[in-house]
Each structure stands twice: as C-alpha cells, then as structure tokens.
C-alpha cells in the first residue's frame, strides 16, 4: 500500500516549456487535490477533484489545467511554464469530499528558470 | 490579510521543555481546525484536530478559542524528534475539502 505517489520528485523547465505532474493513490479515496508551497505562503489549493469526473478551481487555479484520468490518478499539467510557478507541488487525497483528513504525496520540486 | 497567520519561528528550545504556538484566523465562519506536521522537505501530515472544549493526545494539547479566533498547541516535554513544522489548518464554513493553511511555525529542539 504506497498510498499517494507523485511523479517526478523534481524538475527544472524553461520559461515556455509544458510538464504534466503525475499522481495516484491506492487508497479508493474519492477526492484528490493539487497544492503549491512556498515560502512562507503556507499550502495553496490549486485544483482539486470531489470525486471521479469531476473537477473545480481552487485558490491559484491559473496557468494549471488538471485531468481526473480515473479513480486512482490526477494530473496536473502547465502549459506554458513560467518562473513565478517554481514551487513545490503536493498532490493529496482523502475519503469523500466531506473528510478533513487529507493524505499527502512526498511532493514534487519544480523550478522554472 | 493572511486567513491563517502563525509566527513563522523557529522556536528553538531545549529537550524537555514546554512549548506552545499560537495561530489565528479571520473568517468567523471557520469551522473547523487542525494542526499537521510537516518534516524538512516532507509532506505535511495530520498531527491532531482541535475540538472546543480542548483536547489532547499524550504530550500535545490542542485548544479553540472562538471569541478571540485562534488556536493553540501545546507540547510537554520536548523531544529531538518534535522537530517540524507546524502547520495551522482551518476549514472555513462547511467546505470541507478546502482546507486553509497558515504558513507554519518551525519548532527545533536542542539536545
């Protein structure tokens, strides 16, 4: 039981380039979640998906497109890279919508130069 | 305005000690808190709830005060490994898959 992986553990762009982040959970937790971390900002709810086929903004959805694949994996993808989007980036999910409790992936270093 | 502000820290005390965090939030319709632990470069992870009347769990001691808008952690006996951060987290209304976090209060203790 690996609970909630990511994929890959770090990643250096261009300005410009588009990179899709890669999570899953073997956990058959309804609800999944993107969140960036920075410095100092505490985590930012960038997307998130209640259940399977559906998804809605968070708090800093732009320059993000996410993709509800299937039950298991949430993607989140940058179109067009940008140095204000260096971060860390944290998938997590949880039981239902309604469950306070989210289990986190080991997260994702992005820089963008 | 922060929703969730914390004194970023670090609190730097020896093994053994008492320490305690505060964290403060603005949206009265909060609903719900929470501290989670997050380890250097490590994913946070739930440490407890904060229920009204106060509760704890062995050394840690967690309290809301509604009419002032904050919570509190408390840690007893310090150990090496209560070293993290500290992440305040409030849900506000009844949208519980939005959690809100503060930035977090970094705890080091000293052998």
């Known amino acids: 039981n690996a609970g909630v992986t990511q994929t890959p553990k770090f990643q250096v762009l261009k300005t410009g380039q588009s990179m899709t982040l890669q999570c899953a959970q073997d956990?058959?937790?309804?609800?999944m979640y993107w969140y960036r971390q920075d410095p100092g900002m505490g985590l930012r709810l960038i997307y998130y998906?209640?259940?399977?086929?559906?998804?809605d903004k968070g708090e800093v959805p732009n320059g993000y497109n996410v993709s509800r694949l299937n039950k298991r994996e949430f993607s989140l993808r940058l179109e067009s890279a940008a140095p204000s989007q260096t971060s860390v980036y944290f998938c997590?999910?949880?039981?239902?919508?309604?469950?306070?409790?989210?289990?986190f992936g080991p997260g994702t270093r992005l820089t963008v130069t | 305005r922060k929703e969730v502000e914390q004194d970023p820290g670090p609190f730097n005390v020896p093994e053994g000690a008492t320490v305690a965090f505060n964290c403060t939030y603005s949206?009265?319709?909060?609903?719900?808190f929470f501290w989670y632990r997050q380890d250097c470069r490590k994913e946070p992870k739930l440490l407890m709830s904060?229920?009204?009347s106060g509760n704890e769990d062995g050394r840690f001691t967690a309290q809301l005060n509604r009419a002032s808008q904050y919570i509190s952690l408390l840690i007893r006996d310090s150990k090496l490994s209560d070293s993290a951060t500290y992440l305040c987290?409030?849900?506000?209304?009844?949208?519980?898959?939005?959690?809100?976090f503060g930035g977090g209060t970094r705890l080091m203790v000293k052998p």
């Open positions: 997590a999910s949880s039981g239902t919508s309604d469950s306070y409790e989210q289990y």
């Open positions: 956990m058959n937790h309804n609800s």
């Open positions: 998906s209640a259940s399977e086929g559906t998804t």
């Open positions: 949206n009265s319709a909060s609903q719900s």
């Open positions: 904060v229920y009204s």
């Open positions: 987290v409030v849900i506000i209304g009844n949208a519980g898959n939005m959690l809100t």
